[in-house]
């Protein structure tokens, strides 16, 4: 893959509906399915499909059971009049890819220029033609598709023959097998209109049932030629005849226009004027125009990867796609695919609000803005959804839609997830946070507290504590519970945030009005702020993590290696309440709501992560994006990086097996996300912006632009930092690792600073590694296993029991637990016996000019050792009250280079981590230290590290130029 391009070569039968999705074009509004424009080989899965954001036929939605409240219809996003087919005639033989006689084919998806372009060799018997068709939905006539055929005659002479068609009998993609597309194919349009008039052919179309009207016309040019028209039923055609010499190249354009405005009262009239006056203007203006558009999108938005590795071109694929899938008219928002397929039915999900949203947050906020205004404009539907439901005030967003109500017909992992009223608060109030725009503050107002109204109402106070009953979470294998973390911890934002942004619009004047409308008083605003104060979040503290819900932790857990590959994802194999009964995740929950709501400490996040991991079989595309950012936020690069790796290419290499379906554009945001707010640790909430930059293994650097509050400035991470410039706007003051930073026009360099110093003992502070080797040596001695110190390297920075077990490994022994414990005991007390004759004279050279150092700069100390003698040796050697904090292994349940010990040192000095060096000698330690992106000095060893030393004695010289860098 090139630059801004995506490539395929070769024509696949087998995969032709997959590549169908990633060469469909669209604009926000118009989507067109990269079909082939001849039709489709007999046996091959072909779904033609041309869709408008928004536009859909309300279905019946058909139960065993209708129970109270139920949704008794459906919008489904409708397939509309097929104007992609031409069918190509040469020496009597008709023009296809798949026919034995063509070849060379190639597809190619233009970012740079907003078009897809096909091309194939085809010999005809009397000569070879070569086809290269484009295809545009322009960004600046949203209504406009135009498909460009050109045929050039390598040695053919002779007649061709063009038919441009119209098609309006066209059905929905069906499978019932598979509840993630429409399960039948009943008809959806009704063609109340044909007009074959004056070059043009179109059709005024209506949907059966909710009678929402469509305008589509299609005009063509080819030389100015003036076509046969012709028609049987709703099929539409125009002919071409004409003769082709070798050499030569004849073109046929194809005008294209689809409507349903609501202002046009003749939408066929319409479509036919857009056409018209699109040919007016002739191709070359619009592919200029939409280069010209494009330009300034990438100008803004792009991120920019310096790396070997094909990840700059994936990543271009997914900015474009989420460009390609954004409603803009206030009517219509991001469908779970976008417009390049009809899974999930055309629905709006959470998804927009949670991955998407941001994208344009950062890059173009009035786009965001508009994705606000479809659901402040639907606002009242959800309060009529909370109706249904029996809440009394506030207002439910509806799980899946397109028009406002519920088309969820399975509550447990429908309706029932309220955390989607979270998100939607989430992402107002975040506009407001990087914006202050003030002219939209009533309208966030407006949702925050009707949002905040229902999580009042559907929770409960217990014990001191707010809770929330019966409700399900991001995860769906997991339905209908008791305060599911995610879900208090988006509820609690959403009261604060509410009272908050209330107390600014009082401030400017507004809150009267807001009152008026919505009837919110002082006394609600209190309420809301208790209730996001006493939130409950369910923790765990045995295992010291955040419990998923009040019940997860109890059931029992199902190991993802024990499940056969074949039978993912679980909800295709499994029934739900199988799968409801057992601890496994589809995707991130928790994890994500340490993400997007509520931090924890490092060591709490840290093993929580760890815990979900192990039980996430990532069935959902939304869920690998949120494990890379959280690893990141948790200095785990090398981990972030490869669920990166597992979210940007999902649909180009269709890693779920149904791109054919549609793009995951939720995924698309998420691997935008993984870079900015991942490696990038961008986040923005009431005390302004923020980064975190950290660069990955393999990458030599990154760069990417974001707006804030009218500021657009570009931030360049590199080894040791940052780089930042102000492009656009004003001056703006940002926090840039852990202190506040003015952007400038001025290019600044931003280094990651050290905090703290975290120290090992054994090896680093003192040499007990002779201790440890002579009481080791003692106990294979007794137990005549052969032990030198070689094998004594494989000990260090490992814990005693794990010392233990390499030692029997090494003799080919096995022992009782009992056994083993008497033999530890006995190497301890050896090693005790020894550390007698420990002295102050017993630090190493260097380390105690470097301690005085430390405290003099009044930087923070800590050590941590695997080493449950710890204090012990900091007592004999004279140096137990020198650090802020000590962590032995008496602290912590694994030792190096699990995390547990370092976040627990780091947080017992008050420190993030990522801005701690640790101080080693032994390749476990130094290992754990880059695995929390802790800066690290090896001391007497060549493992991998920031910096080494052959030993200690320059290590007051090294902490000094690190501090002062």
Known sequence: MNELEFVTRGYRAETQAHDETLFHCANGYLGVRGCLEEGAEHGSVSIRGTYINGFSEDEEICYGERLYGFPQTKQVMVNLPDAQSVRLWAGGVIVRAWEPNAGQMTRTLDFANGTTERSFLFHTGQGTLKIKVTRMTSFLQKELFILRYAITSMDYSGEIQLDSMLNGDVTNFSDPNDPRVAADCKAKLLITDRLMKNGCMGMRVSTISSKRALGCAVVHDIDQAVPGLFGQGNLLAARYIRKISPGETTILTKYCAYTDAADKPDLLAAACKIAKDAREKGYEYWAREQRVYLDSFWAHSRVRIDSKAPMQAYLDYCEYELLCAAGQNGRSSVAAKGLSGEGYEGHYFWDCETYVFPFFLSTAPEMAKNLLEYRYQHLDAAREHARLLGHERGALYPWRTITGSECSSYYPSGSAQYHINADIAHAFSQYWCATLDKSYLPSICEVLVETARLFLDVGHWKDGQFRID????????????????????????????????????????????????????????????????????????????????????????????????????????????????????????????????????????????????????????????????????????????????????????????????????????????????????????????????????????????????????????????????????????????????????????????????????????????????????????????????????????????????????????????????????????????????????????????????????????????????????????????????????????????????????????????????????????????????????????????????????????????????
């Not at 192990?614 to 890379?628: E, K, M, Y």
């Not at 003992?761 to 002579?774: K, M, P, Q």
């Not at 296993?785 to 000990?795: A, M, S, V």
């Not at 260090?796 to 794990?802: A, H, L, Q």
Request: aromatic share 10%; hydrophobic share 40%.
């Open 470 to 965: 019966g409700v399900t979470g991001p995860d769906e294998y997991t339905c209908i519970v008791n305060n599911n973390y995610y879900t208090n911890a988006g509820a609690a934002a959403t009261f604060l945030a509410a009272q908050e942004l209330c107390a600014m619009l009082s401030d400017i004047g507004g809150f009267d009005a807001l009152q008026k409308k919505t009837g919110v008083t002082e006394v609600e605003l209190a309420a809301f702020t208790a209730a996001g104060n006493a939130m409950y979040l369910p923790m765990d503290d045995q295992l010291g993590i955040c419990k998923q819900d009040d019940s997860f932790l109890n059931k029992k857990r199902w190991e993802i290696d024990e499940i056969p590959e074949e039978n993912f994802p679980l909800l295709m194999h499994y029934h739900p309440l199988y799968i409801n009964r057992c601890q496994i995740c589809k995707q991130a929950d928790t994890v994500l709501a340490h993400f997007l709501y509520h931090e924890e400490s490092p060591l709490v996040m840290r093993k929580s992560y760890a815990y979900y991991e192990q039980i996430t079989t990532h069935d959902s595309s939304l869920s690998a994006c949120v494990f890379s950012m959280m690893a990141a936020r948790l200095g785990d690069c090398a981990k972030a990086m490869d669920y990166f790796n597992a979210t940007v290419g999902i649909d180009l290499n269709d890693q779920s097996g149904n791109t054919r379906d549609g793009l995951h554009i939720a995924n698309t945001g998420g691997a935008y996300l993984s870079i900015i707010a991942g490696f990038g640790g961008l986040r923005i909430d009431k005390h302004g912006l923020r980064i975190f930059p950290l660069l990955p293994n393999g990458w030599e650097s990154y760069s990417f632009a974001t707006v804030y509050r009218g500021s657009r400035m570009l931030v360049s991470v590199n080894q040791n930092g940052c780089m930042l410039r102000l492009l656009e706007g004003a001056e703006v003051e940002i926090k840039v690792f852990d202190r506040l930073i003015n952007v400038t026009n001025a290019e600044r360099q931003i280094d990651r600073p050290v905090r703290a110093v975290i120290f090992d003992l054994d090896g680093v502070i003192t040499d007990t590694a002779r201790y440890h080797f002579e009481a080791w040596k003692r106990i294979a001695n007794e137990l005549r296993i052969p032990f030198d110190e070689g094998k004594n390297e494989l000990f260090k920075g490992v814990s005693r029991s794990e010392c233990m077990t390499l030692l029997l490994q090494m003799g080919q022994r096995e022992m009782s637990v009992q056994e083993t414990e008497m033999w530890l005991d006995r190497k301890n007390a050896y090693y005790l016996e020894a550390l007698q004759s420990l002295s102050p004279n017993d630090v190493l050279p260097g380390i105690s000019e470097t301690l005085a150092f430390l405290r003099e700069r009044g930087v923070p100390i800590a050590v941590f050792s695997s080493s449950k003698n710890a204090d012990f040796i900091l007592n004999r050697i004279g140096l137990d009250g020198a650090f802020d904090g000590i962590v032995a292994g008496n602290d912590i349940t694994h030792s190096k280079p699990h995390f547990e010990g370092y976040l627990l040192a780091a947080e017992r000095i008050g420190i993030d981590p990522r801005l701690c060096v640790m101080v080693e000698d032994a390749a476990a330690g130094l290992a754990g230290a880059s695995a929390l992106s802790m800066r690290t000095i090896a001391i007497g060893t060549n493992y991998v590290s920031d910096f080494h030393l052959s030993d200690t004695r320059a290590l007051p010289e090294l902490i000094g130029k690190i501090l002062s860098e």
